[in-house]
């Protein structure tokens, strides 16, 4: 026993031969949900707390190894503390809607492993998990209560012991009785003590206001209970804590109440109705919601295994060798020669912490990345260097998870690399991952860290046969892996940049700001002394409050200096239109003058890094600088983009689709009207113009074209009536009459759109030309507005997925060409429809052939594909 001067805690533990394990049901699912990415399981069923829960559920079961399971659930009804404070748990954000359709999937797994489902009317989980954890400590077996609320932390005991979830579905921490005492300095129920003293926001019990975590521990250590507090803090206590306790004594009173967990609930609990049996039952549930993994881990737990044909595919089928240990480049050379002589036809490499190598023959090698004296590792370059062997082969495919990323020279692996990281793209964009770990998880496949790269072969065997079950192996030889190579070329290119032009456009934006500065600070007044312009908080306070303008919008969410509100208060307010003018200038120099310029190389160029496994529809984008988003439509936006400038002794060709989308949604939708209009060659904002104002073409005002304009990009976009409206300038009415009008004209464009709808809440995808699946949960939501996105996905995801396979295609072929005719002209840039090449000036003919040709004959649409030449020293001239 160890004492100090006004507790007893207990120490001492007794080896037991008996254990329980009791799961608070609702706080394990929720930090499973937010542990994990949004998961589905390819037919649009979520899937990413039900992965987590079990996962972390089978860990502690064989971790802990008990006799007895069960789970608590809170009744969807108010309990007794609902009727005592009826404001109490205020103010919860409701359930997420993806984890919403988990919950019956966690709870019929558990049904199927026979696993108890505590609930009770009137009492939450808490006190059930409190009640049966009571019996044990009575009937002295040893109970482990797995929780992410720290209010279980009062019924740790001789025999409790709380897990504590810290942090995703991993990290725990053992509370228990001693645990407590060391870091609190009291006996665990005397944290409710604490808690009715501090509150609980989570669960909106006040406690005493103005009295934090340390101030509580510090009151319950010195007088030993929440009510001595209170009865002795008129007489022993001063200052602001005095009062405190004494003007919230009730308050004080009624948290405690709140915060105590009840440990006799009228609940009837069978212990041997807990004990642990078979859980092969959940095992087919498991399959159907394909968490391979987890069905793994259940036979592994309860010591059943299938018959040997109805192995995970995940297992290798040579058996495992034990992981060699490599030091120095040259054994790493030596094994690579072994692999060669040993049959391999698959291999996978693998740089994280260490490096690591695995065959489809069983070997697997790891070895320090870096190193020391101690040590010695191995750097990327020699890693590259050594893996080049494999390039000789004819049989042998190398295994990579994001190849591009290598630093180093990747050109050798080009026609025997295979790519885990794009092939979980292609499977699904939505849940596609950036690390190894994720895309395994993704796939139901377990992680080994002992060496990853036995993982990343495993992973991409299954892939290889989800690909082509799913129809889209082409897609991903075909187009994703060879871009990759096009994309690191162009990486490695770069983009040449005049640093000099820049620093200039610097001075004249920096003098503009103080100019703009001034003349806001003129009609500020005294006012404005000191006032930031780029803090919202400060802006918003300089003019609603010391300025006086009457915001759009009532209370304090309409003090508002976003965009759109100061553009409707710059009619009558002239600081308004300044600080817009301010913005404007102080983006254009911070994000493009003083941002691009340190991303300047050595060479004079910038390195972009191009992104081809991000988005959802399969658009490529760019950061680090995003070169995508440097401005066209302004002349100020155009001053900027004269700043990147071709190579001496180079020009820019600069090669752009000609409204790609219209064209592939004229193809997709089969819309006679439309596809007339593309094979006659006319413009197709002015024929739209003329079908839905019932003009002659020539009769189509500049206007009337706009609009048409604005409608035929919106269709693909999924534009509301409110969202045309608002772009075009006209009342709401008026936007859904132009969009009926529109849609009356092409009638299969409505029906295209429709079908799509229908397609993605009957299959759960949608998919491009080319195979590419958007993945649409959103469909099945309970919520107006998730399945109204879902729609908008629905109808505009496989027009927006087919333009961009065929952009990647033509980048593909343009880059394929270049390189068989040995031109010094490189691919350097693609933003969306645009493909911009630097050319040797007496190869600037040939590369507009081949762009024309590769961008021009890449698919076969009903429709002509068509694409716009332009050149230039710089890329502006190639847009004037």
Known sequence: MRYNNTECVCIWRKTMAEKIVLVDGYSLMYRAFHALPILDNGEGVYTNAVYGFMNMLLKVLSEEAPQYLAVAFDEHEKTFRHIHYDAYKAGRAPTPEELRPQIPLIREMLEKMGVPQLSLKGYEADDLLGTVSQMCEDKKIECVIVTGDRDAYQLAGDYTTILYTKRGITETERVTSQWIYDKYGVTPKKMIDIKGLMGDASDNIPGVPGVGEKTAIKLVTQFGSLEEALDKAETELKGAVRMRLIENREQALDSKYLAT????????????????????????????????????????????????????????????????????????????????????????????????LATDQGDRFSMNMDGDLLSPGIQVWEILIALKAFSNSAQIRLVFHNIKAFDGDIAPFEKIAEDAMLAAYVLNPQRNGKTLEENCAFSDVPFSRECPADSLLMLFEKQTLDMQRDGVWDLYREVELPLAFVLRDMEDAGFRVDTDYLLSLGKIYKARIDDITGKIMEEAGAKGAGVNLNSPKQLAKLLYEDMGIKPLKGGKAGQSTAQEILEELSEDYPICALILEYRKYQKLNSTYVEGLIPKCGKDGRIHTSFEQAVTGTGRISSRDPNLQNIPVRTELGREIRRAFVAGEGCVLVDADYSQIELRVLAHMSGDSGMQGAFNRDEDIHTRTAAEVYGVEIENVSREMRSNAKAVNFGIVYGISDFGLAKNIGVSRYEAAEFIKKYLDRYPNVKRYMDEQVAVGKAQGYVSTMLGRRRYLPELQSSSFNMRSFG??????????????????????????????????????????????????????????EILISGMESVTRLSVPLKAELSTGGNWNECKS
Request: no cysteine; net charge negative; proline share 3%.
């Open 261 to 356: 967990i009840v440990r006799d609930a009228p609940l009837e609990f069978d212990f041997e109705k807990a004990r642990i049996g078979s859980f092969q039952p959940v095992v087919e549930l498991m399959r159907k919601l394909k968490l391979r993994s987890l069905v793994e881990k259940v036979q592994k737990f309860t010591g059943e295994d299938e018959n040997a044909s109805d192995k995970e595919i995940t297992e290798a089928d040579a058996p495992k060798k034990p992981v060699v240990s490599l030091e120095g480049a040259s054994a790493l050379e030596n094994a690579i020669d072994e692999i060669l002589k040993s049959g391999a036809k698959a291999v996978s490499a693998f740089v994280g912490e260490r490096f690591s």
């Open 791 to 848: 729609e908008r996905a629905a109808m505009n995801s496989p027009i927006q997925g087919t333009a961009a396979d065929i952009i990647k295609l033509a980048m593909v072929r343009v880059h394929k060409e270049l390189k068989n005719r040995n031109l010094k002209s490189h691919l350097i840039l693609q933003v969306h429809d645009e493909l911009i090449v630097e050319a040797v000036e007496s190869e600037k003919e040939l590369v507009q």
